[in-house]
């Protein structure tokens, strides 16, 4: 894997980009996707990506649960929206809950990335403990004080990557 970095912020990076994500919890765990950030870097966060053009937020989250999981999804009920600010990467992000509707759970792909500079290393459902045993600068801000999941299905109002929520 050739300067990774390099490769994320040219396709990603330096600019403000719109997300969807989808939460699927089945038996007490959550999906989650570990990504290949850098040498010797990671992060955990659940299925999602960039929102195409004149493509709803729905079709969206249904297409990159699809790549990045083999999971076909149908969308739930709006939860949050949440500021990733970590330069050079920017983003607004929706999550929605989701339930699954059919497939085989797989290791997927970023079809915006060539086959030999693939980020995602791996695709598991993990308990709270397992997510809490994540290094914090390893996942996403949002799972990073929640004890239960239920605490994200009351998750409500706009987090700014300090974790703050301003209501």
């Given at each position: 894997?050739?300067?990774?970095?390099?490769?994320?912020?040219?396709?990603?990076?330096?600019?403000?980009?719109?997300?969807?994500?989808g939460v699927?919890?089945?038996?007490?765990?959550?999906?989650?996707?570990k990504?290949?950030?850098?040498?010797?870097?990671?992060?955990?966060?659940?299925?999602?990506g960039?929102?195409?053009?004149?493509?709803?937020?729905?079709?969206?989250?249904?297409r990159?649960?699809?790549?990045?999981?083999?999971?076909?999804i149908e969308?739930?009920?709006?939860l949050?929206v949440?500021?990733?600010?970590?330069?050079?990467?920017?983003?607004?992000?929706?999550y929605?809950?989701?339930?699954?509707?059919?497939?085989?759970?797989?290791?997927?792909?970023?079809?915006?990335?060539?086959?030999?500079?693939?980020?995602?290393?791996?695709?598991?459902?993990?308990?709270?403990?397992?997510?809490?045993?994540?290094?914090?600068?390893?996942k996403?801000?949002?799972?990073?004080?929640?004890?239960?999941?239920?605490d994200?299905r009351i998750?409500?109002?706009y987090?700014?990557?300090?974790?703050?929520?301003?209501?």
């Amino acid at each position: 894997m050739q300067n990774i970095e390099k490769e994320i912020n040219e396709k990603f990076g330096g600019r403000l980009r719109t997300r969807v994500n989808g939460v699927l919890i089945e038996n007490d765990k959550i999906l989650m996707i570990k990504h290949r950030m850098g040498h010797n870097k990671s992060f955990w966060n659940v299925p999602g990506g960039g929102m195409d053009y004149n493509t709803n937020a729905t079709d969206n989250l249904k297409r990159e649960f699809l790549e990045e999981t083999g999971l076909e999804i149908e969308v739930k009920k709006f939860l949050t929206v949440s500021e990733f600010l970590q330069p050079p990467l920017h983003a607004i992000e929706l999550y929605f809950e989701v339930s699954k509707k059919s497939g085989d759970l797989i290791k997927g792909i970023d079809p915006e990335l060539s086959q030999n500079k693939q980020l995602i290393e791996e695709v598991k459902f993990m308990s709270m403990e397992e997510i809490s045993e994540i290094k914090k600068e390893e996942k996403h801000h949002l799972f990073w004080k929640i004890k239960s999941v239920n605490d994200i299905r009351i998750w409500k109002g706009y987090f700014n990557f300090e974790n703050k929520c301003i209501k």
